[in-house]
């Protein structure tokens, strides 16, 4: 069984920074895409951040330049580096990984339980 666990969130004060961390346990054979999306109150879940092998990335415009996602696949675990936050960066993050359980199954795409970040003004 897969199982994605993120780090805590927290409140931060605007300007500050959070790192948010997430790592993919269980039944692992292989695993492609990683990315981190968030939900604010009254909003639809929405891309943050994702990151692919061979290493490539893509962030949301309201992050660029002030996020980085990076991953360590020997940990099986996705970062989340914050920066410069905004009171709109508040919402609950959720990572999400493409996992390949075994040889015989294909990727699927499993979530972690999403944390709450809240930045105040």
């Known amino acids: 069984q897969v199982q994605l666990v993120e780090s805590r969130g927290g409140l931060v004060q605007a300007g500050g920074s959070l790192r948010l961390s997430c790592a993919v346990s269980g039944s692992i054979f292989s695993v492609n895409a990683m990315g981190w999306y968030r939900q604010a109150p009254g909003k639809q879940r929405e891309l943050v951040a994702v990151t692919t092998i061979p290493g490539r990335t893509n962030y949301a415009d309201s992050v660029k330049g002030r996020f980085t996602i990076s991953r360590d696949n020997a940990k099986k675990t996705v970062y989340l580096q914050m920066n410069s936050l905004k009171p709109e960066d508040t919402g609950v993050y959720y990572c999400?990984?493409?996992?390949?359980?075994?040889?015989?199954?294909?990727?699927?795409?499993?979530w972690g339980q999403g944390t709450q970040v809240t930045v105040s003004s």
């Open positions: 999400n990984a493409d996992v390949k359980p075994s040889t015989y199954e294909p990727y699927e795409t499993y």
